[in-house]
């Protein structure tokens, strides 16, 4: 051992082998293809996200009068400023993306089932915390339709029975809009909601070692193959090249298509198209369906019931004795999922 692998070990007496000791563990085949180990992706975005959001937290300044002024230095005059912003705001994408998707490959290979119910529960949770984190940074860039877009998703809670009015004079610091309103859903954005992902997550996959992930039979794969491999480094190393690439695609997209801005926002102007981020295009359009009342109720319930869908796949299935069921629905959800995003894209209004 050398001189300062010496003096290291004397200090941090951790040796290599007790790493890999204790992170070790058979990892199904199956994680080695992407779509089935799809959760390591938003975490790795997740700190892409901690770290371009302390870089842009230098410049950004959370107020009405100062919020868009700094927006427009970081993505104009600051060194490579516009980098780092477009580079947050396609991690967010992509991030919100890949929850999503983990979530369908959770979904489909029924891998929310008995015992990992719970860890099902916490993911509803991350899902929820990360759509919020998404809606809070919109917000902060105090540009017109960001402006207009979080008042309009601040009476849409209104309309929620029993704790609507409280939560919408939470998300403002008020009654509407106000010069307190920005500096709330910074720290919500930058301190809060990251602060409760770090927790959600190291729960999860403290979930995940106790449980292992769930095993999974395919078809085209010889029996007398080994089924597992090892964690470190084979895992580690086939989640190292999935960052490198992501990484790769990220700062492709940064630079074909950075971040733009619109005009700043003013409370007197009610633009004439008011639209979320593309991640609120789905309850969007099923708001502009139905009435407000009825879309937010039914809002409610569908996330309840995704919230509880262990529990109630499994009444389900006893109750129809088919157990596919999961799936059929899950088909119609996508299509519903995929159908109403688009449709709202596609439109003006
Ligand atoms: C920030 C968000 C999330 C992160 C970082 C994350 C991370 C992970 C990781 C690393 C795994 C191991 C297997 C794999 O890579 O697919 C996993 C498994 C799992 N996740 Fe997530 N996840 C997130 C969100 C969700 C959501 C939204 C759900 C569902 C509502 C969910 C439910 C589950 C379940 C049930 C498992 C166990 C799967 C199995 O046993 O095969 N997760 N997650």
């Known amino acids: 051992m050398s001189g300062i692998g010496k003096w290291l070990q004397e200090r941090i007496p951790i040796s290599g082998v007790q790493i890999q000791e204790l992170t070790n563990e058979p990892v199904p085949n199956h994680l080695k293809r992407w779509w089935f180990a799809l959760g390591g992706t938003p975490a790795y975005l997740f700190v892409v996200q901690i770290v371009t959001g302390i870089l842009l937290a230098f410049y950004y300044q959370p107020a009405a009068s100062t919020a868009f002024e700094s927006v427009r230095y970081i993505t104009e005059e600051a060194t490579f400023g516009w980098y780092l912003r477009s580079l947050h705001k396609w991690a967010a994408t992509l991030m919100i993306a890949s929850v999503i998707l ?16 719970l860890n099902w529960v916490i993911g509803m949770a991350l899902l929820m915390c990360t759509l919020l984190t998404g809606f809070t940074g919109y917000s902060l860039v105090f540009e017109q339709l960001s402006y207009w877009g979080a008042t309009v998703a601040a009476n849409i809670s209104d309309a929620v029975p029993v704790v609507g009015r409280f ?78 690439t992501l990484m790769i695609v990220l700062s492709a997209l940064a630079t074909i298509f950075p971040a733009s801005k619109g005009p700043k926002a003013n409370p007197m102007i009610t633009p004439e198209v008011i639209k979320p981020e593309w991640f609120f295009y789905v309850s969007f359009r099923w708001l502009k369906l139905f009435s407000l009342t009825f879309a937010v109720l039914s809002t409610g319930f569908i996330v309840s019931a995704m919230f509880l869908w262990p529990w109630i796949d499994k009444v389900l299935r006893k109750v129809t004795g088919n157990e596919d069921i999961s799936v059929y629905i899950g088909i119609i959800a996508t299509f519903l999922l995929v159908g109403l995003t688009v449709w709202e894209a596609a439109v003006a209004h």
């Open 167 to 244: 939560s919408k004079q939470m998300l403002l610091a008020g009654d509407s809009y106000n010069e307190r309103t920005l500096s709330r859903f910074y720290i919500l954005h930058a301190a809060v909601l990251p602060t409760t992902i770090i927790i959600l997550v190291a729960v999860h996959i403290a979930f995940i070692r106790m449980h292992g992930v769930t095993e999974l039979k395919f078809e085209d794969e010889p029996e007398d193959k080994p089924q597992h491999f090892n964690f470190f480094p084979d895992h580690i190393l086939t989640e190292l090249m999935i960052g490198l």
């Open 102 to 117: 983990h979530q369908m490959r959770v979904y489909f290979t029924s891998a929310y089932r008995q015992p990992r119910e």
